[in-house]
Structures are given as C-alpha cells and as structure tokens.
C-alpha cells in the first residue's frame, strides 16, 4: 500500500512538473499573433497550448488566453476528426459538386439540402455576398465579441497546424486534395450554417429553386398551369407546416432535466443531459475541457468545428440543450408588380429583387450558373419540404425570413454559459449574448437552484401582429404551425422588436418562457408547456409552441419517471445514471398488455397481412404479454413490440387508436387504453410477424442480437428505443432485415453528462459520449466509449487538478504552431 501510494505521488510530481514547465513555455499569444486583417488568409502567429490527455482521450486544454485555448481545440478536434471537419469545410465553401459530384448528397450535417449542387448555390452564395464578413464586423452584442473572435482564430491556427506536422491516416480521406487549411471567416461560416439549421438551411432546396415566372406575353399561359397559392387548400398547407415543424419528426432531439436542492441527498441541484444527436458526420459531439487560468474553466461537448463547449458544466452549475418547438422563421407573401415578376410592392412602392449569380464548379462536366432572388425580407423560397409548396407565380411569390442569418453569437453564448456560477447566470448568460437558434436550456447549480428557459432566437411574431397581418395561407398555417405567412406589402407587418433585444426583428428574452427553482425541470422535444407538470407554463405567443395539446409518449414518459423522482427525494448521481439506462418504453406500458389481448382473440390465431395472405400470429401473442416493457438489449418482446407499434401507429391515427381521448386536464396520462377493435391490429401483427420470419428472426430475440453496430469486427448490442416507444434513451436505426435487423445507429444518445455537487470543491460527474471521440476507425477512440454504452457503463469525468492529474492515463502535450 505504501509503495503504491508513493508510486501515485512520484506520478502526480511528474505530470505536474511537466504541466508547469509546458506552461512556462507557451508565449503570451498577443505578443506574438500575426493575424491577417481580413481573416481571408490561414491563420498564423506562433501559437501554441497545452493538452492533458485522460482516459478515452479527452483532452483538457489549458491556454493562456482565447487564442491559444482555440489553438488546442481546434489541434486536438483536428487530430479526432480531421476528415469529418474538412468535409463540412467542404461544404460551407460550395465545393460539394467539385470534389464529390453535384448529385451526390452531404451528411446533413449542416443543412438539410438534397444534393451537393443545391447544396454550393447556397453555400457559396453566402460566402461571395461576404455575409459572414459582415457579421464578424458586427460589434458586439449584436455581432460576435473579441474573445470569440480570438478565439475562432486560434481554432483556425490549430487545425492548420495539425495539418501540417501530421500525417493523415483515416481512410475516409488519405490523400484527399480537398483537405486544406482553414481561415478565421471559414470557421465562422461553418457557426453560421449551424445558425440557420432550423431556417434557410432546412429551405435551401426551395432558395436555390426559386425562378421567376415567365412575364408579359407569357404569363397568362403560365399562370394557366400554376397554383395561385391564394387558391391553394389552406388546410393542405397548415398540415404540411404541422409536419414539417414537428420536433417529434427530426432526425435530432434531446431530454434534459434538472432537480432542485430539495430532491437531493445533498441539497444540490442534479442535471441529466441526453441529446440525440447523428452518430455520424458534422453533427456529431467532441469532448473536452478548456482552461484559462482565472478566466475560463468548463467541460462539455462541442459540436465539431465549434471553437466552444456547447453542452457542460463548470465547478458551479451544469446545463444541456433540447431542439426547441419556437419556429424560427416565417413567411412574406409578396405582392408582385404585373409587369415584372422580379420586383414587389411594399406600401405601394415597387423594390426590385436581388440577384444573387452564384457559378458553381463541378466534377467531369461544365460549371454550374444559377440566379437567386432575394427581397429586403430574405430570400424567395418555392417550397418547405416536399409537402409545403410556396409557388412563384406572376401575381405573388413568399420571401423566407430567418433572424438567425444575423446571428453569428451561438459561441458567445456558449462561452458566457461555461462562465456562468448559477442558474441565474445561466439565464443572465442567455440574456446578454441571445445565440442559440433552435434549442432550450435546462439547468441546476451547486446551490440546489433549477432552470428550464426557450430563450432562442425568433422572429417576434406576436398573435396579435399574425391575427391582423396574416395572409389567407397564413390564417390556415399559424394556428397549425407557429409558422406566420404574413402580407409582405405592408410595411406595418414586419415583425417589431423588443427593446431587450440585440438585434432587429426577434424577441427579447424577457419573453421566452422561463421557469426558475421548480423541484424539477424537465423538456423532451415539447414546447415549455409542461418543463414541470406542477407548475405548467402558458401565456406565451404561438411561435413559441403550442400548449394544452398532445405531448409525445417520450415527454408523458419523462415527466411520470422525473415526478416520481423528485417525490422520491434523496436523489443522486447514480439515480440519473440509472434513469439513463432504464429503457422503459411507455408505449409498451400503455398498449402491449391489450395487444396481447387482441391477438389471443384473433379467430383461429391468424390475421390477414396488407398483402391479403393469412399469417399465423398465435406465437407473438405469448410474447408480447411476458415482455418486461423495456427496451434493455437483453429484453424479449422489444424487438417484436417495437415493428408492430410503428406499423399501427403510421396506419392507426390517434382518434382510432385510443378509447380514452386527450385531456389537458390530464395530459401526461392521455390518451391511453388501446382500442383492441382498431383493425389496423390485426394487420400489423401480421406483417410484423411474417416479416421477422422472413428475416429468420425469432418472435422473442433478445433486443441487442438485431440492434447493434459493427466495431473493429465486433458486434456491440445497443439497448434504448425508438421515439414511437418513447424510450429516453433514444435510438434511431435504420431497418434492415438482410443484415440482421437494426445494423447501426443512425440518431440517438450522444454526448450524456450526470453532474452533481457533494459539498466538495469539484463536481461530480460521469460522462458518455456513446460513439467515442474519432471517426478514425484506426483511433484507440473509435470504438472504446461505444463499448461502454452497449454495457452501460460511463465514463468518470476527470474535472479538477488533481483528477486530471492522477489518471493512470494522463498524457501531457505542448503543441505548437511552426512560424
């Protein structure tokens, strides 16, 4: 024991003489930076940091000031996911078609975009209109603060860095000639097209598509064969923006909750933070912890490419995000002058559009011109979706407005929340730099306090300005959707702005539903309505989200769990790790029993298929009533429950599915009691059944044996479930029987933090970044924090001095920029 002890200590003297003498050398970045004035060149300097290597490489970043603390991350994000960054520089350049092709697709990561051609139009005519340029010259508050700026700079300088002393050995892009270094502008551009994800990046296809009608002569035989959208079905329309702005339905979600002192073992506040984010390219979470001595000290994930931690806690308070319902755009319709499409009124006063010529190169074939037209609202946009047509025809057409296309601050509030000291910083954080686009906060400080808050950036659509400026469309689309088509020739229907507000045209925060030091706070992807059942938020506008509606079984299944919970009281770390984990899927609980019923009672055991072949369901029955109602990879029944309840839900609407209907009055237990009569049952059962036979599947496989992924050979089950089982641990896969079911995660739990105080100068926190730090399949780090989310095991995190120190795997290294 004594020599073991000493052996530690002789360890701790070591890493620590070597931090100190690495510290030593790092030159005050300030003295030494070498900027290029318009941030157009690569970033140089003589930069330098150092990073301390823990288990599962997580690196912790320690810097002497901004730059060099993003000369370290943007290092250390390089030496993980060199490929996957240059593929999103790529793309934010408007290069997709010249290197891989214009029909080929992106990741997704960074826009919702089709293919690669729509993809450069955009992207590329964002960087010639120097809009990033202009945002970056914006002065604070409004546009990005120095530190940031500095900040962007050194991750700039890092990643250049890397580049040049290593040599890349990922197979995804060895050798490839579109690996470049990076400036300031292209780092910036890459927080711009995060910005706008929720807005012009998910209408690009509808932007770069948008031609005007032929004029004059042609226009009579043109319109003859277009809709005039004031013709169109309102209702058509109000369902498409329903769908389209249905949290429940992107690829991204989150849980987050928060508990107060007052449910604790130790008067502390407790946060579980759950994101579902891809599991592959540029949305993907990275850890770290960034350290400026006296000045900064955080630990979190970043998404790849962002400079700061978006998601994690400090030594006083710990927040995550969930993608909010706040809609975070609308609409203009624009009445155009008859005798030029390309011009529309305001006030009675002609404006000509825009053009935006945007010449894209492309792979094998001749470049690529293409107009785009754009209004003092945003650019016009023929479509939303494949389902919200929005055409261009001689009498009108619609301009997208998205306020976050001025908001280049989402990093400044990620620095001012790593700074924070309590909830109520946290929200003073949101309110001074008002970045995040699409996502709540949810909250809890070592004082025991609690936050839940949707301060997001939206358009300020109040329901008295949709109620007097709403077009026909909008009257239909508002309601349905918290998307406002407004009259876009009437100067007085702009929408207004707040005097909290930072920039023109948005909320201020004193608006945004907020709920301080409830004994839990909870989101699941439904609006504020009920972050704390107890205690519902209302009053707010529409574009907000909606309340006293239906919420997802996942929102009705965290909100019966985090209520039992703080009733409970006496919670713990270990209670939200094993919440984690516990894959109760409540759509199991609610309708497996009285499935089972239903098919115990089908004639014969058989039930007719949609294909009108009798299929033999007896076995499923015995099945589906000994399921333990989890998802757990071990569990019997999951498997059989889950492509049975997607088949009836897609089939069955909710009025035909439910005996006992939705009440607001009780909204966490309604709707509930299965109609066993609803003859979508039987059919479901059936195709269910035969097609996992066909597959050669048992009825009652264990889960994890037909959902897994594939690492280094090895095949890893994965427990958690779908959203239609309204699992917490959240598992998106796509299906396919050929490969044996559920071959790989395509959405779902990320970057998961449990963090708690006990009374002591550091946090406790376990941590899990469910598909590890690289990309790199020949990476230690590929696959060893995907191991530990098949067994459901976390990952210590290593937070103050004297953890980082003692890990058994520390390692310490000063990298430097070559001047």
């Not at 900027?35 to 940091?49: F, M, W």
């Not at 130790?266 to 960034?290: A, D, T, V």
């Not at 069955?652 to 509930?672: I, M, Q």
């Not at 989310?789 to 430097?816: G, H, M, N, Y």
Request: hydrophobic share 40%.
């Amino acid at each position: 024991m004594h020599r073991r002890t000493r052996s530690t200590l002789r360890r701790v003297a070591l890493a620590g003489a070597l931090l100190l003498a690495a510290t030593a050398a790092v030159p005050p970045a300030h003295a030494q930076a070498r900027a290029a004035p318009d941030g157009r060149t690569p970033a140089g300097g003589g930069l330098s940091a150092v990073i301390r290597y823990t288990e599962n490489g997580i690196p912790h970043i320690l810097g002497r000031d901004y730059a060099q603390v993003g000369f370290g991350t943007g290092w250390a994000q390089a030496a993980d996911q060199v490929c996957v960054l240059a593929d999103g520089f790529v793309t934010v350049s408007g290069e997709r078609s010249r290197w891989f092709g214009q029909d080929a697709s992106t990741d997704g990561s960074l826009s919702s975009v089709t293919r690669n051609l729509s993809s450069d139009l955009y992207f590329k005519g964002v960087r010639e209109s120097g809009t990033v340029e202009r945002l970056l010259a914006t002065p604070a508050p409004a546009g990005p603060s120095k530190d940031l700026k500095e900040l962007m700079r050194g991750w700039a300088a890092g990643y250049n860095a890397w580049l040049t002393r290593n040599k890349v050995t990922d197979p995804a892009c060895k050798g490839a000639g579109w690996l470049r270094p990076v400036t300031t502008v292209d780092v910036a551009a890459r927080g711009f097209a995060i910005a706008v994800l929720g807005g012009e990046g998910r209408g690009i296809d509808g932007i770069t598509g948008a031609q005007p009608p032929a004029p004059a002569g042609g226009a009579r035989a043109a319109a003859r064969h277009e809709t005039d959208p004031r013709e169109a079905d309102p209702a058509a329309a109000a369902q498409a923006a329903r769908e389209f702005f249905d949290t429940s339905r992107y690829a991204m979600g989150s849980n987050a909750v928060a508990f107060a002192g007052s449910t604790t073992a130790s008067g502390r506040g407790l946060l579980l933070g759950n994101p579902h984010y891809p599991w592959q390219g540029g949305r993907r979470f990275w850890q770290s912890q960034q350290t400026i001595p006296g000045e900064l000290n955080v630990s979190g994930g970043s998404l790849l490419g962002m400079p700061a931690v978006s998601i994690g806690f400090n030594e006083k308070v710990a927040w995550s995000h969930t993608v909010a319902t706040g809609t975070p755009v609308n609409l203009h319709e624009l009445a155009l002058d008859p005798a030029d499409p390309t011009a529309y009124l305001v006030d009675g006063v002609p404006q000509k559009m825009t053009r935006r010529t945007v010449t894209v190169p492309v792979a094998g074939g001749d470049p690529v011109t293409r107009t785009q037209w754009w209004t003092r609202y945003g650019p016009v946009v023929t479509n939303l979706g494949a389902g919200l047509a929005l055409p261009w025809t001689t009498r009108s057409a619609y301009a997208l407005n998205d306020p976050n296309a001025s908001n280049l601050r989402g990093s400044d509030t990620a620095l001012a929340l790593g700074k924070a000291r309590s909830v109520a910083g946290i929200q003073d954080a949101l309110a001074r730099t008002q970045g995040l686009p699409w996502v709540n906060t949810v909250a809890a400080d070592s004082a025991g306090g609690t936050l839940f808050t949707q301060t997001q950036v939206l358009p300020r659509i109040t329901d008295e300005l949709a109620a007097r400026c709403s077009t026909p469309l909008g009257r239909a689309v508002y309601p349905a959707s918290g998307l406002a088509v407004l009259d876009g020739a009437r100067g007085d229907c702009a929408p207004g702005s707040d005097a909290d507000a930072v920039q023109p045209g948005v909320f201020g925060p004193g608006k945004a539903p907020t709920l301080r030091d409830a004994p839990y706070a909870e989101n699941s992807n439904d609006s504020a309505w009920l972050a704390n059942a107890d205690r519902p938020l209302t009053g707010y506008e529409r574009v907000w989200g909606n309340v006293a509606t239906p919420r997802s079984l996942r929102t009705r299944g965290a909100v019966e769990d985090v209520s039992a919970m703080a009733a409970k009281g006496r919670l713990t770390v270990a209670d939200l790790q094993r919440l984690q984990f516990a894959n109760r899927a409540p759509a199991g609980d609610l309708a497996a029993a009285d499935a089972a019923r239903s098919c115990s009672a089908l004639p014969g055991g058989t039930a007719t298929a949609a294909d009108g072949s009798a299929v033999d369901v007896s076995a499923a029955c015995a099945v589906l009533a000994r399921w333990d109602r989890t998802t757990d990879a071990d569990s019997r029944g999951a498997l059989l429950f889950d492509r049975f309840w997607r088949r009836l839900t897609a089939s069955t609407p909710a009025a035909g599915l439910w005996l006992v209907p939705f009440s607001a009055a009780d909204p966490v237990r309604t709707p509930r009691t299965l109609n066993r009569e609803a003859p979508g049952i039987g059919r479901a059962l059936a195709d269910t059944v035969a097609e996992l036979r066909a597959a050669g599947i048992a009825l009652d496989a264990p889960l994890g044996e037909h959902q897994f992924v594939v690492r280094g050979g090895r095949k890893l089950p994965v427990g958690g479930g779908t959203e239609a089982l309204g699992v917490w641990n959240k598992v998106e896969a796509r299906w396919n029987a050929a490969a044996g079911g559920y071959p790989d995660v395509a959405n779902g739990s990320s970057h998961i933090q449990a963090v708690g105080w006990d009374g002591s100068s550091c946090p406790v926190a376990r941590t899990l970044l469910t598909y590890g730090q690289s990309s790199n399949p020949g990476s230690p780090y590929y696959a060893d924090q995907t191991r530990l989310f098949s067994e459901e095991r976390w990952v210590r995190a290593r937070f103050c001095e004297r953890d980082i120190l003692t890990s058994p795997q520390l390692k310490v290294v000063l990298v430097r920029e070559r001047r």
